[in-house]
């Protein structure tokens, strides 16, 4: 296929298998490029033009907005887990730090019942949820439940921390 015998870079878009034909710019000094497949470049683009007008202090307000749920359509862990990308490169620290979670992180996540790409609102809503069944005001004094109480509330304080 003389087509794909052309074209020897991968797309850049995470876990995308196709050929990177489409040059799309890293960042606004249009110095670097990606190389995306055509689906990836016109997705890439739809993110640039959305951000294009913003300031690093406009975008992060936007982000954070989807973290609580004003955007349903990003979501902050989409951009953490490499999901979606980082147009204009500000978003790099932020999705290194989240994209592995620690043992004690998974245990957390794991007693919440969340999955990996878990935003702050499923993070608060899980707990609210769990924390309503084992309140030590519901569960009659029992030790047990009580410590499983205490625990889902580590849990939660430990993983809010590793959102922010
Ligand atoms: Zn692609």
Redesign the pocket.
Known sequence: MPKEEKHHRP?D?PD?K?A?EYRAPKDRSLKSFYW??L??VQEYNKSWDYYAGMSPEEIEAHIRFDEVGRRPTWRVNDLYNHRLWDPLGILGKAHHRATRHTKEQQAAMRLLGLSDNFTTGDLKKAYKTLAKKYHPDKTGGDKALEEKFKNLTKAYQLLLKSLH
Request: glycine share 12%; net charge neutral.
């Open positions: 797309c878009f995308c196709k990177g995306f497949c689906e990836h």
